[in-house]
Nanobody, 124 residues
């Protein structure tokens, strides 16, 4: 069983940067595909970025390409989401998720392990 804990959210102005962290415990993160999802009020949960086990494949949703960077440090059992040039439409609760499988997936139902979420609010 993997426990995931996110941190790094907050309230920032448009154009600012934040770095989210997802620390895993219970198991090593190495075998897991890891992803960041987000959910804004009244909207469905959407995939933001996905990174495979050795970072061989990385996916970004179109709206964050060029602004967000997902990375992982398997030795530290941590996944990161660097968010630059934040926009008000990035406001959401951001969740870290993991699945013990191969390949990129943007379907939240395929992820077995979830963190509790961290709030990101971007003011205009």
């Amino acid at each position: 069983q993997v426990q995931l804990v996110e941190s790094g959210g907050g309230l920032v102005q448009a154009g600012a940067s934040l770095r989210l962290s997802c620390k895993a415990s219970g198991r090593t993160l190495g075998p897991y595909v890891m992803a960041w999802f987000r959910q804004a009020p009244g909207k469905e949960r959407e995939s933001v970025a996905v990174i495979t086990q050795s970072a061989g494949s990385i996916y970004y949703t179109d709206s964050v390409k060029g602004r967000f960077t997902i990375s992982r440090d398997n030795a530290r059992n941590t996944v990161y989401l660097q968010m630059n040039s934040l926009k008000p439409e990035d406001t959401a609760v951001y969740y870290c998720a993991g699945r013990l499988s191969v390949g990129v997936s943007v379907n939240p139902q395929l992820y077995n392990y979830w963190g509790q979420g961290t709030q990101v609010t971007v003011s205009s």
